[in-house]
T-cell receptor
Framework: LAKTTQPISMDSYEGQEVNITCSHN???????ITWYQQFPSQGPRFIIQ???TKVTNEVASLFIPADRKSSTLSLPRVSLSDTAVYYC??????????FGTGTRLTVIP | DGGITQSPKYLFRKEGQNVTLSCEQN?????MYWYRQDPGQGLRLIYY???????QKGDIAEGYSVSREKKESFPLTVTSAQKNPTAFYLC???????????????FGQGTRLTVV
């Protein structure tokens, strides 16, 4: 099972772009990379998922280099409401969802 | 509305008692999961099920039991063997996509269990 490593915490000012990097050195060929957002006392919410290169949706972009051993979640122009914990998951073929400790992002006014 | 529902939202248990947390989904998802979250920590997988009448242990299954008699339901029982059950419990469901790995999961709002 591929393990992930993320920074424990990050701070950013409102309006800035935030990039959170996740390392997953033993990612398997069929694994996808998925990011979730969690607010206190709520269940995590899906943000974005990708396999290679770049994926973009209305809330974020996901950059995956060719070797797929890392990935970067990019949040454009963050606001105070983006303060949350962000989890990077790398799925194995049996679809188990293993979460790590995540990255606690604090957006400062 | 489609979604995943956990009940109750808050639950109090006396030491030595078993208690069952409910999780129901109407998303027609094959896979369901139970997680435990302690304050300031990430989610830890307790049990998961990919099909009816089958389930597997996650990282911290000791002191917990589950059943999957129906596709829509995946109740979790916290037994008296669980030494420190006070935590926030989250249930999730997802589709099973062969060869894709972790598909998008939908989470319930959680049950906060407190042992008194």
């Amino acid at each position: 099972l591929a393990k992930t490593t993320q920074p424990i915490s990050m701070d950013s000012y409102e309006g800035q772009e935030v990039n959170i990097t996740c390392s997953h050195n033993n990612i398997a060929t069929n694994d996808y990379i998925t990011w979730y957002q969690q607010f206190p006392s709520q269940g995590p919410r899906f943000i974005i998922q990708g396999y290679k290169t770049k994926v973009t949706n209305e809330v974020a972009s996901l950059f995956i280099p060719a070797d797929r051993k890392s990935s970067t979640l990019s949040l454009p122009r963050v606001s105070l409401s983006d303060t949350a914990v962000y989890y990077c998951l790398v799925g194995d073929i049996s679809n188990n969802l293993f979460f790590g400790t995540g990255t606690r992002l604090t957006v400062i006014p | 509305d489609g979604g995943i529902t956990q009940s109750p939202k808050y639950l109090f248990r006396k030491e030595g008692q078993n208690v069952t947390l409910s999780c129901e989904q109407n998303l027609n998802h094959d896979a369901m999961y139970w997680y435990r979250q302690d304050p300031g920590q990430g989610l830890r997988l307790i049990y998961y099920s990919q099909i009816v009448n089958d389930f597997q242990k996650g990282d911290i299954a000791e002191g917990y039991s589950v059943s999957r008699e129906k596709k829509e339901s995946f109740p979790l029982t916290v037994t008296s063997a669980q030494k420190n059950p006070t935590a926030f419990y989250l249930c999730a469901s997802s589709i099973v996509v062969t060869g894709q790995g972790a598909a998008e999961a939908f989470f319930g709002q959680g049950t906060r269990l407190t042992v008194v």
